[in-house]
């Protein structure tokens, strides 16, 4: 399964909308066929790994996934398992989709396959996370993403934020942009840095297309923003609910949003809970400044146990400064 786990990552900028899946075929202790999923549209990693093998016939299938049911852009892979003499599958996590949901479980064991769920299950939901979460919930995985100061500041009391981080960070950043199907500032970030908010490493190879999303409640995105030149959709929202907006965006097809500011945009997401990741690059340097924009900022809690709280899941260095990354409390990301 950790084979299959390692196939299923080299899909991360491909496969959107769909999850990444690996597969192998294990017969006599021996992997005799592998498979993963590039793309939507293309075969997914059960039918890579069947193809691949000269006869699947009384193997035990490892695959990260529930096998699909459904006809959707290809035929069910369950369909597929059993013309084959599979005499077991090993599945890593169900599939929550509701197109699928404990039903490619049910197919096999009906038609008489041994199964096999759970193995190692927490590795396979943090894979997926993305996926896992928005099909479950009907709204994009969000990221909070942010480059800040060491007490906290995202710019400097002048609105200053060119670099405050590394070239390694910035880098990181682009990187990350490269595996989510949105991204979503305010207006005044537009207003005051007129960022190009693209993807420009060529990594993502996804059907799903790059899309920029802009809460402009105050009307001050100018017209001749250069998110307005280089051809990439961008969505300009004004009066709405968050929360409408992520629905929203779930049936444009969008399952996963970085969020990347400014202090106003973060300070609502977190304050409503909306977010499911939080990445944070610091910069080894103080500004102060009660002025300057924050990664918190607005109404502060008066109490310790009125504290948004969340859970560090790990620190690395990058270039020269920290990359946390940290998850809401009580955020289970296996689910």
Not at 87 to 99: G, W
Not at 142 to 160: C, F, N
Not at 277 to 305: N, Q, S, Y
């Amino acid at each position: 399964m950790r084979r299959a786990l390692e196939l299923a990552e080299r899909g991360r900028y491909s496969v959107s909308p769909n999850p990444m899946v690996g597969c192998v075929l294990v017969r006599g202790g021996n992997i005799v066929a592998e498979g993963w999923h590039q793309r939507a549209g293309e075969p997914h990693a059960e039918v890579k790994a069947i193809q691949a093998s000269e006869d699947p016939r009384d193997t035990t299938m490892y695959v990260t996934l529930e096998p699909c049911v459904h006809h959707g852009r290809t035929p069910p892979c369950a369909d597929v398992i059993l013309g084959t003499g599979i005499k077991q599958v090993v599945i890593a996590t169900s599939d929550p989709h509701d197109v699928v949901n404990g039903r490619g479980i049910e197919r096999l064991r009906a038609a008489g396959v041994d199964v096999v769920v759970g193995v190692l299950e927490s590795e396979a939901g943090r894979l997926n996370e993305k996926f896992l979460y928005a099909v479950t919930e009907e709204k994009p995985f969000v990221l909070l993403k942010a480059g800040m100061t060491l007490d906290g500041k995202l710019a400097t009391v002048s609105r200053e934020s060119r670099w405050i981080t590394s070239e390694a960070s910035r880098q990181k950043s682009l990187e990350l942009r490269e595996e989510y199907d949105a991204l979503l500032v305010g207006g005044g970030t537009v207003r005051d840095d007129d960022p190009q908010l693209t993807r420009r490493l060529g990594w993502n190879l996804a059907i799903t297309p790059w899309t920029r999303v802009i809460l402009d409640r105050d009307r001050q995105v100018p017209s001749n923003a250069s998110v307005f030149q280089n051809g990439t959709t961008t969505h300009i929202t004004e009066d709405v609910d968050l929360e409408a907006l992520l629905h929203d965006l779930y049936k444009r097809g969008i399952q996963s949003l970085i969020v990347e500011g400014g202090s106003g945009v973060h300070s609502e997401f977190i304050r409503r809970g909306l977010w499911q990741k939080m990445i944070l690059f610091v910069a080894p340097i103080v500004v102060g400044g009660a002025d300057a924009p924050a990664i918190f900022a607005g109404e502060a809690v008066r109490r310790l146990t009125e504290a948004h709280r969340f859970r560090f899941d790990r620190v690395e260095t990058v270039g020269s400064d920290l990359m946390i990354v940290a998850y809401p409390r009580m955020l289970n990301v296996e689910c």
